[in-house]
């Protein structure tokens, strides 16, 4: 058995390796999605102009017009002078948000009674319009704070625990690792059997000694090597070069992306499976790919989903190989509560090999 | 119709194509001329130029040098509407019925809509696809999709009709029926090439072209080659087992150029002058001696690989053997009650039209299937209960699919070795020996899909024999390949049979069912012949009245017969 299924290894390896363009593709992409990933999916606002109308005028409004002008997050302040300028302000997109200050905004203010500032956002854009409300918020809070300071003795104080400067970077990174990890794992494993299908050796094979075991063996380990050393590239890559601190157990991390690889690799044979054509084959796994990664919570929390969706998330292998990824980065999240998110996974592992091997029987003939 | 006769309809003069970085180009310092109203034929094994020819003449590839003359015009500018191609693949839309190839076909050639009706009737008539065109093209049989492909070129009665490999991967009788259709063609003055690598169908074309590496070696009548080997080909009676040992002494003789298997005799042909050996008769020659002679003669009879293969002990069980088997695909019988026993040592070929079931029996025998009933054993080892003891002590071979082209020589030969359970010095010795065997030292690090054709054969049938199989199967294991290269290879099965290896063989080549002990022919998922090749010749001369029948005679006569009796049956009922 063991020669057997060695062969079988080998010959996968050397299929993924042998071909220089292949073992490009293995490196080059990666790290152009870590690079392009990594800067394009900003949760930041930055560069975006904003509009001020002020039909105040009073020191408590150029005060806090001024602090808005401070701001690095914002580019440019659009004086306006008038309603219908800020809403074509807006509806030309000069602008993401209007703050508008009422007459006697100051007077109100200085004279200790409830004072409005009112904020008008493009909800076009309703992510960067809600991230430019947060800042403005924090911005007029602020000053709120200092005022009420001079007077009151206590003030709100926020902090971000596990990403005290709410670096996006820090948000977003440990979420690549299981990305690449899928695409890489997945996109393998479902070409292994489609491949063989197309260009016919399929038969060959099946007419070998080698048992429907080390077919299968031999079909999901390669891809796993490449998932996991694509996932270890980024791992590397991520605290070392772009300073994410890797705070809990990275061997327990292993143990789980591990895992994650198995279940993975059962959803990446189902497809090739199903399969005639390598065509098919990757199609099947762009599909399975966008699925897993939106109900994983990289995109959207888990939380705000429906409950009916959210349970059918505990069966995306990813969803819980992200808690744990995060968790190793930025939590340093306590064995036990990683165990506690890693063996859903060895249920669906348990699912999804034999569904694998079950149909990759079926459809031998 | 196309002006005067001899102004020939498509010219080729001194043309060079080569194609990327490629050291020997596709075809090289090519002439030729192609006339209306006769059957041209392209002539040579894969790899030899024949499709770069074809699409030049399409005007799909423009010549490195030399000029291409289509109907009086450059191939590139020439009137496509006057040119009918039918492409080896991709010819037709699989998704589609056969009617909806024929107008889009009819579309994409601007037919007016008034004549399509008039045309479409005329075409299906003479194809006899009517009663299949609301079919899909992807579920017609190998051979109805060929004569879909043809009426489909055959939209707009063009002046020049181009065929890429019609007769490829499809059996004797609809290659005959294909034929015949084109031979009707001709008498409107219609130009035809007909591309092939059967030899049997050069000869009997009006002119034909034989292309070998780029090259052309031979053009003119089929006949005058063909007398170039007159008086030296010869018939020498021989039976059972004697006559593969006769072959392998015979052809290692300086005098004789060729040696080949005819059923109970062998065929020989001597060097010019030679004496021919005792009891041998004089037969007339055929196109494919001279074929041989012309490149060089055939390779001689002693096989490396059979002289280290060890003897397959003699247990006095039949080596392979079918009980009934039968598969039934939903409401379909696709192969049913199939039932013989191979003994060790003997050659056993399936024959049969496509989708007759050949391919069925075989997938079951090899374990690729399971049976709906029956059994099948293979070397004593049950299929059903002792699978992997059963595929060990099989060595499987298909020409077209039986590497993995992106990895190398080195590589296929050590994979081949581990999943067949030779490990460390074993190995080692095993690949070395095929290596020397099989000269594939100078290519242990190239890639196997980029191999000549030949050189892939050798490597294909070392991957089967590394592990010394008791029994081997072989599917259409030389489709394709030129008649030296099939020689090289039938040496060696020759010799592993001297040793007492069992072959079990499916071919659509009448040459090589030749080389069988026995054949048993399968036509509608039912054996209906069983016998020597000698023995089916005489059978099909006694039902179908002819006298010295080919084997191709036999396998069209026997089906024929078939046909009959199942309609007067069908008439009765």
């Known amino acids: 058995m063991g020669g057997r299924l060695w062969a079988m290894i080998v010959k996968e390896l050397w299929a993924i390796l042998r071909d220089p363009r292949g073992r490009i593709i293995l490196v080059v992409p990666p790290l152009m999605q870590l690079f392009v990933l990594g800067f394009a999916t900003t949760l930041e606002v930055k560069n975006t102009a904003i509009g001020i109308y002020d039909r105040d005028g009073g020191a408590a409004s150029i005060e806090i017009a001024q602090r808005i002008v401070g701001s690095p997050n914002i580019r440019a302040v659009l004086p306006l002078y008038s309603e219908a300028e800020a809403r074509a302000a807006i509806d030309r997109q000069k602008v993401v948000a209007v703050v508008s200050f009422a007459d006697g905004f100051s007077a109100d203010l200085a004279a200790g009674r409830p004072a409005q500032v009112q904020g008008i956002f493009d909800g076009r854009k309703s992510n960067a319009a809600q991230i430019m409300s947060g800042y403005l918020s924090t911005i007029i809070a602020g000053y709120g704070a200092e005022l009420a300071g001079q007077t009151a003795s206590f003030s709100t104080v926020t902090v971000h625990w596990f990403n005290p400067n709410l670096q996006y970077l820090w948000f977003t990174m440990p979420g690549l690792v299981v990305i690449i990890t899928t695409i890489s794992g997945l996109g393998l494993t479902a070409q292994s059997v489609a491949r063989e299908r197309e260009l016919g050796s399929f038969s060959q094979l099946l007419v070998s000694p080698l048992r429907l075991s080390e077919i299968l063996i031999g079909k999901i380990v390669p891809p796993m090597l490449v998932g996991a050393f694509n996932a270890t590239l980024y791992l590397v890559l991520i605290s070392q070069l772009f300073g994410v601190p890797l705070t809990g157990s990275v061997p327990f991390f292993y143990v789980s992306l591990v895992l994650y690889l198995l279940a993975l690799a059962g959803v990446g044979l189902l497809i090739s499976s199903v399969s005639q054509t390598q065509q098919q084959a990757f199609l099947g796994m762009f599909f399975a790919s966008v699925l897993a990664i939106l109900l994983s919570g990289y995109a959207s929390p888990v939380e705000n989903m429906p409950l009916w969706l959210r349970v059918v998330t505990e069966a995306v292998p990813t969803r819980h190989f992200l808690v744990v990824s995060e968790g190793v980065f930025l939590k340093d999240m306590p064995i036990a509560d990683l165990w506690a998110n890693s063996w859903p996974m060895v249920l669906i592992a348990a699912v999804t090999l034999p569904a694998a091997a079950l149909l990759f029987r079926a459809r031998m003939e | ?573």
């Open chain 2, 1 to 573: 119709m196309t002006g005067a006769p001899d102004r020939p309809a498509a010219r080729l003069s001194r043309v060079t194509r080569r194609f990327g970085k490629a050291a020997v180009p596709a075809l090289d310092q090519v002439s030729l001329q192609i006339r209306a109203g006769r059957m041209t034929g392209l002539v040579g094994p894969d790899g030899a130029g024949k499709t770069t020819m074809i699409r030049l003449l399409a005007g799909l590839l423009d010549p490195d040098e030399g000029e291409v003359e289509v109907l009086g015009s450059p191939a590139v500018s020439a009137d496509r509407s006057r040119i009918g191609y039918m492409p080896q693949r991709f010819g037709l839309y699989e998704d589609l019925t056969v009617i909806e190839n024929l107008r889009l076909y009819a579309r994409l050639r601007g037919l007016a809509a008034e004549s399509r009706q008039q045309r479409f009737d005329r075409l299906l008539d003479f194809t006899d696809l009517r009663r299949f065109q609301s079919r899909l093209a992807g579920n017609l049989s190998g051979g109805m999709k060929q004569k879909l492909g043809l009426a489909c070129a055959l939209v707009e009665t063009p002046d020049l009709l181009l065929l890429d490999e019609p007769g490829v991967g499809v059996d004797p009788l609809s290659r005959r029926e294909l034929w015949g259709m084109v031979q009707q063609l001709l008498t409107d003055g219609i130009a035809v090439l007909w591309s092939t690598a059967y030899l049997d169908e050069a000869a009997q074309c009006d002119e034909v072209f034989l292309l070998n590496e780029g090259r052309l070696i031979y053009g003119g009548p089929p006949q005058d080659l063909t007398r170039e080997a007159e008086g030296a080909t010869y018939r020498l009676a021989a039976q059972g087992l004697a006559r593969r040992q006769l072959l392998s002494r015979l052809a290692d003789r300086e005098e004789v150029r060729d040696a080949t298997i005819q059923g109970a005799a062998l065929r020989l042909l001597m060097a010019p002058g030679a004496p021919p050996p005792s009891g041998a008769l004089a037969v007339p020659p055929r196109f494919e001696d001279a074929f041989v002679a012309r490149m060089g003669g055939g390779p001689g009879g002693r096989s490396a690989l059979a002289e280290s293969y060890p003897e397959v002990p003699d247990t006095g069980a039949p080596a392979i053997e079918a009980e009934g088997l039968t598969r039934r695909f939903g409401s379909f019988t696709a192969a049913s009650d199939i039932r013989f026993t191979v003994p060790r040592g003997e050659i056993f070929g399936l024959l049969g039209p496509n989708g007759a079931g050949k391919s069925t029996t075989f997938k079951m025998l090899c374990g690729l299937l399971h049976p709906s009933a029956g059994r099948g054993r293979v070397a004593g080892h049950d299929l059903g209960h002792a699978r992997a003891a059963a595929r060990q002590s099989l060595g499987y071979m298909a020409q077209k699919f039986s590497l993995y082209g992106d990895l190398s020589v080195r590589q296929n030969l050590s994979f081949f070795a581990g999943v067949y359970g030779l490990a460390g010095a074993g190995r080692r010795r095993a690949m070395e020996r095929m290596t020397e065997i099989f000269h594939l030292g100078p290519y242990l690090k190239q890639n196997a899909g980029g191999l000549p054709l030949g050189v892939r054969q050798r490597l294909s049938l070392a991957c089967a024999v590394m592990h010394e199989p008791p029994v081997l199967f072989l599917d259409e294991p030389t489709s394709g390949v030129d008649p030296i290269v099939r020689r090289e290879f039938w040496t060696h099965i020759n010799g592993l049979v001297q040793r007492g290896v069992t072959v079990l063989v499916t071919t659509h080549f009448m040459e090589e069912a030749e080389y069988c002990d026995r054949i048993l022919v399968i036509y509608r998922a039912e054996q209906i012949a069983l016998g020597s090749p000698d023995q089916l010749k005489a059978e099909a001369a006694g039902t179908g009245g002819l006298s010295d029948p080919t084997l191709e005679d036999a396998f069209v006569a026997l089906i024929e017969a078939r046909e009959t009796a199942v309609g007067r049956a069908g008439a009765a009922a």
